[in-house]
């Protein structure tokens, strides 16, 4: 059957899901935590318990300054967004940190890399951006391009770690797509972050950050790689005398 044909594509994309627990065994397993999460804070849990959970894993200046850790590692457990309200940005943020990010380009990495490198990327850029966004905000708060409420403000989620991955999944595309894939990356945190002054609001920071760790990342592979291929042209071929 033609994969190019609508039931080839459907067959195609059915043996995808079938075999995607198989394949992706961890970025399966933390969708699946991730999704768990999501039901139970916003359906289970009480209303003002939930405040007090987001406001716990909030990584902000002041719960990175009283319990970075915690606040670290949970805030990868809970994605800021929607499910069901399909026609706001929030579903909108959802389908490309949740559905792109996470499922689509975590996925490809795992297979590609490994589960351990995978999770340590994902794991470096959303902790990695965070962090260096907190030294941001901490220069911006000292000439007064933030307000000082943002010390407080609630930040949390999965988006830092899935801008990594979609920056690395540049090198999954094809070449002649890399460049408007990377303008993609690039081009939504922007289109809908703030910019109260001479930088923009430090959520949108955050995700250029991630997408440069990302980007930095699938260069060092690409060059890697280029050498590797190199030097195997190089080498001189094995002679074998005649018997």
Same mark, same amino acid.
């Given at each position: ?6 039931? =080839?594509?459907?067959?195609?994309? &059915? ?9 992706? !065994? ?5 969708? +699946?935590?991730?999704? &768990? /999460?999501?039901?139970?804070? $916003? ?5 003002? #318990? ?27 457990? &809970?994605?800021? =967004? ?6 706001? %940005? /929030? ?10 990010? @996470? ?6 990495? $795992? #297979?590609?890399?490994? /589960?351990?490198?995978?999770?340590? @990327? ?25 307000? $000082?409420? +943002? ?9 830092? /770690?899935?801008?990594? @991955? ?26 809908? =972050?703030?910019? !109260?002054? !001479?930088? !923009?609001?430090?959520? %949108?920071?955050?995700? &250029? ?18 050498? #590797? ?5 190089? #080498?001189?071929?094995? +002679?074998?005398?005649?018997?």
């Amino acid at each position: 059957m033609n994969a190019r044909t609508p039931s =080839g594509l459907l067959t195609g994309l &059915l043996r995808a899901a079938r075999t995607y627990p198989r394949r992706s !065994p961890l970025t399966f397993g933390y969708v +699946v935590l991730l999704l &768990l /999460g999501h039901v139970w804070v $916003e359906n289970l849990l009480a209303a003002d #318990r939930a405040d007090a959970l987001r406001d716990h894993i909030s990584t902000n200046l002041d719960n990175l300054h009283d319990h970075p850790v915690s606040a670290l590692l949970g805030s990868a457990l &809970l994605f800021d =967004g929607t499910l069901t309200e399909i026609l706001s %940005t /929030g579903f909108g943020s959802t389908l490309i940190t949740l559905g792109l990010g @996470v499922c689509c380009c975590l996925a490809w990495t $795992e #297979r590609r890399f490994g /589960g351990l490198r995978a999770a340590a @990327v994902f794991l470096g850029g959303h902790i990695g951006a965070t962090l260096i966004t907190a030294a941001v905000i901490l220069l911006a708060l000292r000439h007064g391009w933030y307000p $000082e409420s +943002v010390r407080g403000a609630s930040d949390y989620g999965i988006s830092y /770690g899935a801008q990594t @991955v979609l920056a690395l999944a540049t090198l999954a595309v094809p070449r002649r797509a890399r460049l408007p894939w990377a303008a993609f990356v690039v081009a939504w945190p922007l289109s809908g =972050g703030d910019w !109260p002054g !001479p930088l !923009p609001g430090f959520t %949108t920071v955050g995700h &250029l950050l991630a997408a440069a760790l990302g980007f930095a990342l699938a260069a060092t592979v690409a060059l890697g790689a280029s050498r #590797r291929r190199r030097a195997g042209a190089e #080498r001189p071929a094995d +002679v074998h005398p005649n018997p």
